[in-house]
């Protein structure tokens, strides 16, 4: 059986126009906002919530030690800060069901 791939970005922007009745362009500049404005608080305010499927965070890792895995060298790695995402429990909950107790 041949394995699913991830929708393209066209695919997305296909099924878009079509489920809302818009052109492709629109409905490109629309998944496009989507990204600019996710980024752009982000960046700006430190998270950013879409709404049904998560939030977007900005999270700040210290300076630790660590190994070089070929040499086993000891390395410093320095602290930076990452984007992280946290789903929503109830979209989580859709795709992973919860365990029945």
């Known amino acids: ?27 490109a500049s629309i998944l496009d906002e989507l990204v600019d404005l996710s980024a752009g608080e982000t960046k700006k305010v430190g998270s950013f919530t879409v709404p049904g499927i998560g939030k977007l965070t900005l999270s700040k890792r210290k300076a630790r030690i660590g190994r070089n895995p070929a040499t086993g060298q000891e390395i ?16 989580q909950e859709t795709i992973i069901p919860a365990k029945k107790k």
């Open 76 to 91: 410093k790695i320095p602290a930076k800060t990452v984007v992280k995402m946290r789903l929503a429990k109830a979209f």
């Open 1 to 27: 059986m041949a394995e699913k791939k991830p929708m393209t970005k066209a695919q997305i922007v296909s099924h878009f126009a079509q489920k809302f009745g818009l052109t492709k362009a629109n409905a």
